[in-house]
C-alpha cells in the first residue's frame, strides 16, 4: 500500500508517476509530485517508480479560479 | 454609421493632472442631476490617506461610493454611483495583465455594496487622460453618452440617439462615431450595456475595445452585480473614453527596467510553457472543462451532479476547433497570455440578428458551464449563441445560467409549470425554450420572464407568492448567498470553498478564494484553522489585484516549471516568483517597498471597509452568510445515487452506521452534519479574519488597520454586542 493525499491506495510491481495519476485520474496539468517527501520532475513521471509504502503527495497547484 | 448626430448638452475642460508613480492623484466626478439637466463636473483630489488606506482601484471606488451614500441609499436612487477606477499598475505596457478596471456601485441584485472588473482598454484610457477613478451619480433627464475625451481634455454630455439599446450595436456605432477613422477606432473605448438591464437585475457592463486585426468590436465583461442595471436607471446609455497618444511610461515609473525584466521573463514563460499548462492561448479558460468534469466539479443540471458523460462536447478540444487560433487576442497591450478568445462568423440562428454573422467573445469556462452543463446542455454552438445574446442584451452569463438551471429544476420538480413559463418548456437540456427564454427575459416579455430576469432571491419570492411554488425547496435547490448567483463550480465536496464561496464579501464568486483542489483534492487544509488561515489569506490576496488594475491570471495559470519542485505545500500555490514580481514592480513604479506582509495589510484594509460598508447598507453581519443545501451536499436521491460508494464513505466517517437507512434519511443525515461543520467553519473563520461572532470586524481589528474613521467607529459602536465577542478574541 502507499498513500497518495494521505489515502490509502494500492501499490503494484512498476507503479510509475504517470501510471498513478492515470489510475487517479489526476488530469490538471500544473501539479507538483513529491514522494516521501522528495520533489518529482516532471520529465521523470514515465519512469520514476513508486516504492512500497511510499508517501507520494500530488499537490494540485492552482489557487485562484 | 447609423445614429444620428448627437446634440452636445454640456461641456466641461480640465487641465489634465500628471500622473507621478502610478497615480494621477485626482479623480473625475460627473454629476448628472436629479432628471433636472443639471450637469456637474469636478476634478477631486486624491489625498495620501486615501493612497495609504484604499491604495487604487476597488478601493478608491469603495471610498467614493461611501462618501457619496447615505446609508438608507437604495440601489436606484440618484446619490447612488458607478465608480470606475483602475490603480498604480493599471496601463502599464510591460507586464501581462494591466489592463483591468474596477466597477464599484450598490448593487439591485445584493443591495449592498460590488465590484466588477473588465480587462481591455477603459481603465488605462481614462488614467492616461488624467484619473485615478471616474464617479457618475446622479439620473439624467434623457438617455445620454458620456464622452470623456482625453485628446483635448473635455467631458461632454450627447443626447443619445441611439435607437438599438443593445452592447455590440452601442459599441460598434460610438466607435465609429468619435473616431476619425478607422485606425483611430482602437483610442476608443465604451462602457455600455444591453436592453435587459430596463427589467432585469443579473445585468453587467460591457467594455469595448477595437480589435484591428479582426474590424471588429469585441466586449469584456464586468458582468456581475447588476452593474448594467445601474448605469440604466441613470440613463446612460455610454460611458466613451478617448486617448490617442500614449507610451509605455505614462505611469512614470521610478524604475522601469525591473518591470521590463520581470516582463520579459512572463512573456518567454508564457511563450515555451502555456501549451503543457493551462493552454490559454488557445483555449483561454475554456480549458477547464474537462478537467471540472474529471474532478466531479463541473455543474451539471443545477450543481446536482459533477460530471457528465457528454462532456466531449463541451470539452476545450471543441471550443479549440471554435476559436480563430493564431492571433493576438487584441486586448491590452503587453498581454501575452492572450486569454480573449473570439469565434468569427458565427452564424446567429435566433433573435433579433437571426441570419447574421458575427464575432464572439468567449466563451470562458464560466460561460460554457453555466450556460452549457449547468442547464443540461452540451453543444457548444447553442452556448456560443447564448454568449453573443447575453453579452449584447447586458445579461451576466453567470447569474442566467445559474438562474436558469434552478428554473430547470423548478419546473421538473413541478414548482412551476407551463402556464406560469407562458408556454415554456423549461426542462434541462431543451435548447429552443432555453434560447427563447433569455431572449423574453432581455425584452421584460411577461411576468415570468421578468421575475426570473431579478434572479433566484427575487424570483423565487414571486414564485411562490404568485404561483404557490414552495419557498423551502426554491431555497434548498438555488445556489444563491446574499442576493448573488453561485459561479460555475460545484463546491459541495470542499468545506474550505464553502466559504470561499458563501463567507465572502458579496457572494457565491470565485474571484475571493478558489480552494477545492487545496482542501478536497491535496488535503493540505485539514482542520478549522488550515480552512480559516486560507480563507483569511486568499481572499486578501485576490484583493490586492484589484486594488492594482490587475488580471489574476498571468499569477497562476502560468507558472514557472520549477515552482512544483522549489517549493512545497501552500508555498507553491503562492506561485512565490510571480508574487515576487508583484512585489518588485510596486516598487519600481511608486518608489515605496512593499513586502508580503505589506501586500496583505493593503488589502486588508479594504477588506474589511467593505465589510463595513456592507453593515451600512443593512446587511454585512453572519445571518447573510448561509449556504444553501445543495452547496453543502446532495438534496435528492438521485444525486446521491450518482456516487453512492462516496456519499456513504462521507456518511461513515461521521461515525454513522449506514446499513438499513433510506437513501432520503442518509441524505437528511449528511446535511445535519455538514450544516455543524458549516457553523464551525464559519467561526473559525470569522476569529481569524479579527471579526466578531456575528461576522462584524472589530474595534481592535479596525483600530490595527488604521481605517477606524469616525463614521467607522459609530457605526460599529451601534453593532457590536458583548455577547458577540470571542472569549479568547
Keep these: ?65 | 454609421m447609423e445614429i444620428k448626430e448627437m446634440k452636445l448638452l454640456s461641456e466641461w475642460s480640465y487641465e489634465p493632472a500628471k500622473i507621478h508613480r502610478g497615480y494621477a492623484k485626482e479623480t473625475l466626478y460627473v454629476g448628472l442631476g436629479n432628471k433636472d439637466g443639471n450637469y456637474k463636473f469636478e476634478k477631486r483630489p486624491v489625498s495620501e490617506d486615501m493612497i495609504d488606506k484604499f491604495t487604487g482601484g476597488r478601493g478608491f471606488g469603495l471610498k467614493l461610493l461611501w462618501d457619496a451614500v447615505k446609508e438608507t441609499t437604495k440601489w436606484d436612487d440618484p446619490e447612488n454611483e458607478l465608480v470606475v477606477a483602475g490603480g498604480p499598475f493599471c496601463g502599464i505596457t510591460q507586464y501581462p495583465g494591466t489592463g483591468k478596471s474596477y466597477t464599484v456601485f450598490l448593487s439591485p441584485a445584493t443591495k449592498q455594496t460590488y465590484n466588477s472588473n473588465a480587462g481591455g482598454y477603459f481603465g488605462p484610457f481614462l488614467k492616461f487622460s488624467g484619473f485615478d477613478a471616474l464617479e457618475i451619480q446622479g439620473k439624467a433627464d434623457r438617455p445620454v453618452v458620456v464622452f470623456i475625451d482625453g485628446d483635448n481634455y473635455k467631458v461632454q454630455i450627447f443626447e443619445s440617439t441611439i435607437e438599438d439599446n443593445n452592447a455590440y450595436y452601442i459599441s460598434e456605432e460610438l466607435h465609429e462615431y468619435f473616431a476619425k477613422d478607422e485606425e483611430d477606432k482602437r483610442t476608443i473605448s465604451v462602457i455600455s450595456t444591453g436592453m435587459a438591464a430596463r427589467t432585469s437585475y443579473i445585468v453587467g457592463l460591457n467594455f469595448s475595445f477595437y480589435d484591428v486585426r479582426r474590424k471588429a468590436v469585441r466586449l469584456k465583461q464586468a458582468g456581475r452585480g447588476g452593474g448594467g442595471t445601474v448605469l440604466c436607471d441613470k440613463n446612460v446609455t455610454a460611458i466613451v473614453v478617448k486617448r490617442t497618444k500614449f507610451t509605455g511610461m505614462e505611469n512614470d515609473p521610478v524604475d522601469v527596467e525591473t518591470i521590463m525584466k520581470a516582463g520579459a521573463s512572463l512573456h518567454k514563460r508564457i511563450h515555451d510553457h502555456d501549451n503543457e499548462q493551462c493552454k490559454m492561448r488557445a483555449a483561454g479558460t475554456a480549458h477547464l472543462t474537462e478537467i471540472m468534469n474529471d474532478y466531479e466539479l463541473l455543474p451539471v443540471n443545477n450543481y446536482k451532479f459533477g460530471s457528465h458523460k457528454d462532456i466531449g462536447n463541451i470539452s476545450s478540444h471543441e471550443y479549440i476547433k471554435l476559436f480563430s487560433q493564431g492571433m493576438a487576442d487584441g486586448c491590452w497591450y503587453g498581454c501575452s497570455l492572450a486569454c480573449a478568445k473570439a469565434v468569427d462568423h458565427f452564424p446567429l440562428q435566433t433573435g433579433p440578428w437571426k441570419g447574421r454573422e458575427v464575432v464572439v467573445d468567449g466563451p470562458e469556462y464560466e460561460t460554457a458551464a453555466g450556460l452549457g452543463s449547468n442547464v443540461g446542455v452540451f453543444d457548444p454552438h447553442w452556448t456560443i449563441e447564448a454568449n453573443f445574446y447575453a453579452d449584447h442584451y447586458g445579461l451576466d452569463t453567470i447569474s442566467l445560467g445559474t438562474t436558469m438551471a434552478w428554473v430547470c429544476e423548478c419546473y421538473g420538480l413541478g414548482l412551476i409549470n407551463k402556464e406560469n413559463t407562458h408556454g415554456l418548456e423549461l426542462t434541462f437540456g431543451n435548447k429552443k425554450d432555453l434560447m427563447e427564454l433569455i431572449h423574453r427575459i432581455a425584452q421584460g416579455s411577461d411576468d415570468f420572464a421578468v421575475a426570473t430576469g431579478w434572479g433566484i432571491e427575487a424570483a423565487r419570492e414571486y414564485y411562490a407568492k404568485n404561483y404557490g411554488a414552495d419557498l423551502e425547496v426554491m431555497k434548498k435547490i438555488g445556489m444563491v448567498c446574499q442576493g448573488l448567483e453561485a459561479s460555475e463550480y460545484r463546491c459541495q465536496e470542499s468545506m474550505a470553498q464553502w466559504g470561499g464561496y458563501f463567507l465572502t464579501l458579496k457572494g457565491p464568486q470565485h474571484d475571493e478564494a478558489w480552494l477545492i483542489f487545496m482542501d478536497m483534492v491535496n488535503k493540505q487544509l485539514p482542520s478549522y484553522e488550515d480552512k480559516a488561515e486560507a480563507l483569511y489569506f486568499f481572499p486578501c490576496f485576490r484583493l490586492w489585484f484589484s486594488l492594482h488594475g490587475l488580471c489574476k491570471l498571468p499569477w497562476n495559470d502560468i507558472e514557472p516549471v520549477d515552482n512544483s519542485v522549489k517549493y512545497k505545500g501552500i508555498e507553491a500555490a503562492r506561485v512565490p516568483e510571480h508574487l515576487n514580481n508583484y512585489l518588485n514592480i510596486y516598487t519600481a513604479i511608486t518608489g515605496k517597498p512593499l513586502d508580503r506582509d505589506g501586500m496583505i495589510l493593503q488589502s486588508e484594509k479594504v477588506y474589511n471597509f467593505e465589510r463595513i460598508f456592507n453593515l451600512r447598507m443593512g446587511k454585512g453581519t453572519s445571518k447573510f452568510h448561509e449556504a444553501p443545501d445543495r452547496g453543502l451536499g446532495p438534496v435528492w436521491e438521485d444525486e446521491w445515487m450518482a456516487r453512492p460508494d462516496y456519499f456513504d464513505a462521507k456518511l461513515k466517517e461521521f461515525g454513522e452506521e449506514i446499513e438499513g437507512k433510506s437513501v432520503k434519511e442518509k441524505i437528511e443525515l449528511l446535511q445535519k452534519y455538514r450544516r455543524a461543520q458549516w457553523e464551525q467553519l464559519k467561526a473559525a473563520v470569522y476569529k481569524r479574519r479579527g471579526w466578531n461572532k456575528n461576522g462584524i470586524p472589530t474595534m481592535k481589528t479596525v483600530k490595527r488597520l488604521g481605517i477606524d474613521y469616525p463614521e467607522v467607529v459609530a457605526l460599529l459602536e451601534k453593532h457590536l454586542k458583548p455577547e458577540d465577542e470571542f472569549e479568547d478574541a
Design chain 1, 1 to 65: 500500500m502507499i498513500t497518495v493525499n494521505g489515502n490509502q491506495s494500492d501499490w503494484e510491481e512498476g507503479l510509475t508517476v504517470k501510471k498513478l495519476l492515470e489510475r487517479e485520474n489526476y488530469t490538471f496539468r500544473m501539479l507538483s509530485v513529491w514522494i516521501n517527501d522528495q520533489p518529482v520532475e516532471k520529465k521523470e513521471y514515465p519512469a520514476r517508480l513508486i516504492p512500497d509504502g511510499a508517501k507520494v503527495q500530488v499537490i494540485h497547484n492552482i489557487s485562484g479560479g
